[in-house]
């Protein structure tokens, strides 16, 4: 009879092959950066057993790693829904009624453009009364707010980014716009500064509802 064929080479099983190439990666990362793994491993294991528990900034931690969570989700769970139809459509409502406001304030003074009216000619005149009493620049504010709105509204990540991008140019144009309006009013505009220091946000109005700190109102 014919002589039995040879034995199979033993196959490696799925978790020895796999831990075979983990111990291989860990070995080039170490050539790789020069780095012991093995001893930054513990050195870290132990760096999160010391300290005491509850003073070591636990808080922070879960909070940035909720963060980090919740952004790779997309949403926030049990709250992204409630607030794109809750928060958004608000932002986008008070948005709409502040940019009504200004406008109905501005009276003759309403232009696209970032310079003054000329008073000489009877519509220009500085306003300091309604809306603008809370902030320089409300009808910028209320394009803030109603496009904030619709970006969690929408949950348009883009959205979000672009509204940055356009405070950004409205915070821009405001200061363009307000040496243009020294130019024409001089101290009058330069006391109104004074008086009403919030120029696009409206933080001394959060601060009073508790929302804010007044962190972004300037010091006199």
Known sequence: PPPPPPPLPPVPSPTTAGAASISSLVTKLEDLTGVDLDNLSDAVKENIKSGEAG??????????????LFIALGTVPFVGDALSFTLGPGLVGVGLVIVYKAAVDLGTNLSPWPTPADPNTGRGSLVDTGVYSL????????????????????????????????YLVLDAK???????????????????????????????????????????KKEE
């Open 174 to 216: 405001s200061d363009y716009e307000e040496a243009k309006l020294i130019g024409t009013y001089g101290d009058d505009y330069r006391a109104y500064m004074d008086k009403v220091q919030d120029k696009i946000i409206p933080f001394s109005l959060l601060s009073a509802v508790n929302l804010t700190d007044g962190e972004g």
């Open 135 to 166: 902030m320089r620049h409300p009808m910028y504010s209320g394009l803030i707010f109603g496009m904030a709105g619709l970006s969690i509204a929408t949950d348009s990540v883009v959205r979000l980014l672009l509204t940055v991008a356009l």
């Open 55 to 68: 003073e070591r900034g636990e808080a922070y931690v879960v909070a940035q790693f909720s963060l980090l």
